[in-house]
Every structure is written in C-alpha cells, then in structure tokens.
C-alpha cells in the first residue's frame, strides 16, 4: 500500500496535508472511544441494538450534515467549541470508518452465505 508521502506528487499539497490531519484526529479520538481492545468497537456497539455498526455510522453523518445545513441556513454555530472545520474532519473520518465498516459487514455476509456445491 502505497504512503501519503509517495501520493503527493499530484493534487492539492493541503489535501495531502489534510490526510495526515484527519488520521491524528482518527487516532486520537479512537482512543477516547474505543480504547486498545477493538478500534471500531464502539461502532460495533449498535449490533447490541439490533443494528448494523455502518448504519450507526451514518447516522452520525447526517447529524454532522444536518449541523452544515443549520449553519448554512442561519449562519451561525452556538456550540462554540466544533467549528464547521471541525465538522467536515469528523464527516470525512465517518466517512472512511463507514467504508471500513461495510467491508467488514460484506466479508462477514460472505461467509455467512451457503456455499453451493460445485458440480
């Protein structure tokens, strides 16, 4: 797999720069979250409701999305402490943490399925 670093010959030098960003806030807050056992565990917490950890995931988005959208509408933020800086990062973490998660809900659903006899 390729590094940020061997990417960055083409595109946006902030965008590379914002990669490394996003993975500082992805494991700093993975620890206050999930801690050492599993990093997706409290994501996987949503099977303990009947619901798939992708899903949960989504939710999070769209109330991320529907923050952007008030602010757009009114063109403020009372929670003083998140910008929209700081809402866009955890949409573009959620976003690659709902990949992953779909990956591991196929992989899973795939081995899960019957497999038919060859003939």
């Not at 965008?15 to 700093?28: D, G, I, R």
């Not at 008030?70 to 949409?91: A, H, I, P």
């Amino acid at each position: 797999m390729e590094t940020i670093a061997e990417l960055s010959g083409f595109g946006h030098p902030r965008f590379y720069e914002l990669l490394v960003q996003m993975a500082h806030l992805h494991s700093a807050k993975n620890h206050d979250y999930a801690g050492d056992e599993d990093p997706l565990g409290n994501f996987k917490a949503a099977y303990r409701m009947g619901a798939k950890p992708s899903l949960g995931v989504m939710l999070r988005l769209q109330d991320k999305w529907s923050r952007l959208e008030q602010f757009v509408k009114t063109g403020r933020l009372l929670v003083k402490n998140e910008s929209v800086y700081d809402t866009l990062m955890d949409n573009a973490v959620y976003s690659l943490l709902a990949i992953i998660l779909l990956e591991e809900e196929q992989r899973a659903d795939a081995r899960k399925a019957p497999q038919r006899a060859e003939a």
